[in-house]
């Protein structure tokens, strides 16, 4: 039975932290996992089912428990790694938070009907368990790929404004 797409879409982002942590054992955040994935908050349940789904169906894993917040999920044994240098890891990183963070605006977008709000995406860190610098960097990269318009007003508050391409290429990122 071939995969739908949000199960590719949950695997590529087990693949990309297996690559990261090169170990079998992953600790993902759950608000990583789901942003990265591309599951809005509202529909959190979801990733559970397909959680179940890749390691009943497709054995690619073996175990997983969602413990304090934290996934702990063991990748089959047989499941392909990729090889990858620093560069690479950090790229991949990079594109992991990048589309956490576009999604964590869409799921607002969602929710508001309104592409314009202020949202203050570095209290985003805790949750994707990054620095407030990374997402800085990262809003910044998503500003000059054309994804939103974005700039910090007093007290750190984000005021945004995601453009079509926002909206509408989400799922490019990945």
């Not at 994935?37 to 349940?45: C, F, H, K, M």
């Amino acid at each position: 039975m071939p995969m739908n797409t949000l199960q590719r879409s949950v695997l590529t982002t087990l693949a990309e932290a297996w690559t990261l942590e090169e170990i079998s054992e992953l600790k993902i955040p759950h608000g990583r996992l789901l942003l990265a994935s591309g599951i809005r908050s509202t529909q959190a349940e979801v990733l559970s089912t397909t959680l179940s789904e890749l390691q009943e169906q497709y054995e690619v894993i073996e175990t997983w428990e969602l413990c304090c917040g934290i996934y702990h999920i063991q990748i089959a044994r047989d499941f392909p790694r990729v090889s990858s240098s620093a560069v690479d890891k950090e790229i991949i990183w990079r594109r992991q938070v990048r589309r956490a963070l576009l999604f964590k605006l869409y799921d607002i977008y969602c929710e508001r009907q309104d592409r314009y709000f202020a949202y203050p995406l570095v209290e985003a860190a805790p949750e994707l368990q990054v620095s407030k610098e990374e997402i800085r960097e990262q809003v910044q990269s998503l500003q000059d790929e054309y994804y939103l318009e974005y700039r910090l007003c007093d007290g750190g508050a984000c005021t945004s404004s995601l453009t079509a391409g926002g909206i509408g290429g989400r799922a490019r990122l990945s």
